[in-house]
């Protein structure tokens, strides 16, 4: 099983200030086809998961362009350029090249 | 737009069983894999498990393996999960969500199961 460790467990950051959320897998997330199917998911306060990072750094439809990833491999980062009071939450990778696993989880508050 | 709205959450006994639906719509629900993703209270994001679009292949994750079933029904743009001899430990909110190769790119509001005596 492919496991995702995230790290850190919890971040408070200053608002406009950036935000870093690493993921490092168990295992490499290159699949046979050659993409590496590493995502990220925000998870506002009493919402459902939304999709924000898909393949490591493709953004998805609807996300602002202050949130990035990028990685390869095993090591994985998620970045917000400028944090502002919306992206309150929690913050997952999840990888779709073997099955599906979730890191734990960070969680995002504002100083 | 795609909307995936899951309903069937209730509060059950330890040992009892139940069946959660996820109607889906705005989107050709037959091609695309789906998924069950459950959060327990205050906890993060496990997997479940996934359904092929026409085939029925199903893969479980371990926790849940010979204890939960997942199925579809294309016709009616339905995704089920039918859980039996549940636990206190299957206390969650139940997401469905659609699986587009590799990412879960779009996800249902989520019903809630308590498991308790």
């Known amino acids: 099983d492919v496991v995702l460790t995230q790290t850190p467990v919890s971040s408070l950051v200053t608002l406009g200030q950036p935000a870093s959320i690493s993921c490092r897998s168990s295992?490499?997330?290159?699949?046979?086809?050659?993409?590496?199917?590493l995502s990220w998911l925000q998870q506002r306060p009493g919402q459902p998961p939304r999709l924000l990072i898909y393949?490591?750094?493709r953004r998805f439809s609807g996300v602002p362009d202050r949130f990035s990833g990028s990685g390869a491999g095993t090591d994985f980062t998620l970045i917000i350029s400028r944090v502002e009071p919306e992206d309150v939450g929690t913050y997952y990778c999840?990888?779709?090249?073997?099955?599906?696993?979730f890191g734990q989880g960070t969680k995002l508050e504002i100083k | 737009q795609v909307q995936l709205v899951e309903s069937g959450g209730d509060l059950v006994k330890p040992g009892g069983s139940l069946r959660l639906s996820c109607a889906a719509s705005?989107?050709?629900?037959?091609?695309?894999?789906m998924t069950w993703v459950r959060q327990a209270p205050g906890k993060g994001l496990e997997w479940l498990g996934h359904?092929?679009?026409?085939?029925?292949?199903?893969f479980y994750a371990d926790a849940v393996k010979g204890r939960f079933t997942i199925s579809r029904d294309n016709a009616k743009n339905s995704l089920f999960l039918q859980m039996n001899n549940l636990r206190v430990e299957d206390t969650a909110v139940y997401y469905c969500?659609?699986?587009?190769?590799?990412?879960?790119?779009?996800w249902g509001q989520g019903t809630p199961v308590t498991v308790s005596s």
């Open positions: 969500a659609r699986w587009n190769v590799g990412p879960l790119d779009f």
């Open positions: 705005g989107f050709t629900f037959s091609i695309y894999y």
């Open positions: 359904i092929s679009g026409t085939d029925n292949f199903v």
């Open positions: 295992q490499s997330l290159v699949h046979s086809d050659g993409n590496t199917y």
């Open positions: 393949e490591i750094s």
């Open positions: 999840m990888q779709g090249t073997q099955l599906c696993s």
